[in-house]
């Protein structure tokens, strides 16, 4: 089993639509854990930290299921501008991130 | 103001080449990273320093090797260049300490292609 798995997609979804994205991790000591956001070409750059309690910012929502070894993103009323790859990554215990492949969001008008 | 710079951002080259990619934080971060981004997406680490003392070498050939000069440098010297190193190297810091403070943050990469 890898380390980190994610459903590569692309998942395409009109404006306006909800999507929710899985990642499920082998790592039980993981302690913190991350989305990023990659678009085409370009580096990734932090969305947002997932907490245990679940957290939201704006659209977003980010939850973490330790029992079932998963967190989620939640993205509401999407934008053409989410289009973009979703990383979701977690610490390995040794000061470095354990990335999933990504989940390619493509929203279309 | 740039946080995390790489430099070059593209790098062509020919087999058998030795070539160097810089990278500078201005963040005040104590830890520091290199990432191999391969054609199928995926990120993986190969090194990680903390206020310039090797912390990860991820099974990487020797030919690769960090230096850290300061804790705002890392530099990545790859000799012997093969076609299998072809890929996007990210540089990325973190401030380090608990897992609390494990948020990193990615130069813009270097898109390494290897003839």
């Known amino acids: 089993r890898k380390e980190v798995e994610q459903d590569p997609g692309p998942f395409n979804v009109p404006e306006g639509a909800t999507v929710a994205f899985n990642c499920t991790y082998s790592n039980s000591a993981s302690q913190s854990f991350f989305w990023y956001r990659q678009d085409c070409r370009k580096e990734p750059k932090l969305l947002m930290s997932v907490y245990s309690s679940g957290n939201e910012d704006g659209r977003f929502t980010a939850q973490l299921n330790r029992a079932s070894q998963y967190i989620s993103l939640l993205i509401r009323d999407s934008k053409l501008s989410d289009s973009a790859t979703y990383l979701c990554s977690m610490d390995t215990g040794r000061r470095a991130l354990t990335f999933g492949s990504g989940t390619r969001l493509q929203v279309q008008p | 103001d740039t946080a995390v710079s790489q430099t070059p951002k593209y790098l062509v080259t020919q087999m058998g080449n030795d070539k160097s990619i810089k990278c500078e934080q201005n963040?005040?971060?104590?830890?520091m990273y290199w990432y191999k981004q391969d054609s199928k997406k995926f990120l993986k680490i190969m090194f990680s320093y903390n206020n310039k003392e090797l912390i990860i070498n991820e099974t990487v050939p020797n030919r690769f090797s960090p230096k850290s000069p300061d804790k705002a440098h890392l530099n990545l010297h790859i000799n012997s260049l093969e076609l299998g190193d072809s890929a996007v190297y990210f540089c990325?810091?973190?401030?380090?300490?608990?897992?609390?403070?494990?948020?990193?943050?990615f130069g813009p990469g270097t898109r390494l292609t290897v003839l």
């Open positions: 963040l005040g971060h104590d830890t």
């Open positions: 990325a810091s973190s401030q380090g300490g608990t897992a609390d403070y494990n948020e990193q943050f």
